[in-house]
């Protein structure tokens, strides 16, 4: 397959999935000219609002017609293990990407946005990093290699425990602090915090890892 290898690639790999996206406008301003850019099956209903060229078209098309565009296109089984988002992340993966923006892969199907949460703790897992961001929000995983910043631009944020026991949590510059605190996935208490103002708030964490949950002013 065209671009197909195991080195790193600098760029960043941005996979749209079909979740609906209501402020094309905000997308276009994220965006880079250096993004691998890859739509997967009813995802390529944003390539036209978005007046862009996919650079990998993956689908098993239940959902859209396959364009059948000149360009690299995975035609999946209908029936399988991994959605094609899923999919689109692991092909991804081993052609070398280190870096990733998941857009159109949170809406109203919940059991697709809840697989899709769980993206990031998988690319963790392999030392990658990722970003949700959709109309109202930016998702990140925090985790002791990988602490996070909040700026005044967003209106609250949300520590979520999706997987374990996270240890030494520690907030700074926000309206509630936190040191050396726990969160265990079955109580979640680090809802709907918000940054001082002049501040930004910064969490780091010793031990597990948090969903950090950036909820942008409208």
Known sequence: ?????????????????????????????????DDFLVFC??????MSPLGLKPDLIIGDFDSHDNPHLDIETI??????????????????????????????????????????????????SLGKRAVIIDDYSEMELVTPRFPASID???????????????KGITITGAKYPLIDAEIKSEYQYGVSNEVLP?????????????????????
């Open 152 to 166: 005044e631009g967003f209106a609250f944020f949300s520590l979520i425990n999706i997987s374990g026991v996270a």
């Open 198 to 218: 002049g501040q930004t708030a910064k969490v780091s964490i010793n031990e597990g890892s948090l969903l950090l949950i950036k909820i942008r002013r409208q």
């Open 41 to 46: 099956d009813s995802g390529l209903k944003h």
């Open 1 to 33: 397959m065209k671009g197909s290898n195991d080195a790193k690639k600098t760029g960043r790999c941005v996979i749209f999935g079909g979740a609906d996206i209501g402020n094309y406008e905000y997308i276009k301003g994220i965006l880079t000219k």
């Open 75 to 124: 035609v999946l089984p209908c029936e399988k293990d991994d959605t094609d988002t899923v999919f689109a992340v692991k092909e991804t993966v081993k052609r070398g990407f280190e870096d990733f923006l998941l857009l159109g892969v949170v809406g109203a199907r919940l059991d697709h946005t809840l697989g899709n949460v769980y993206i990031p703790v998988y690319l963790n």
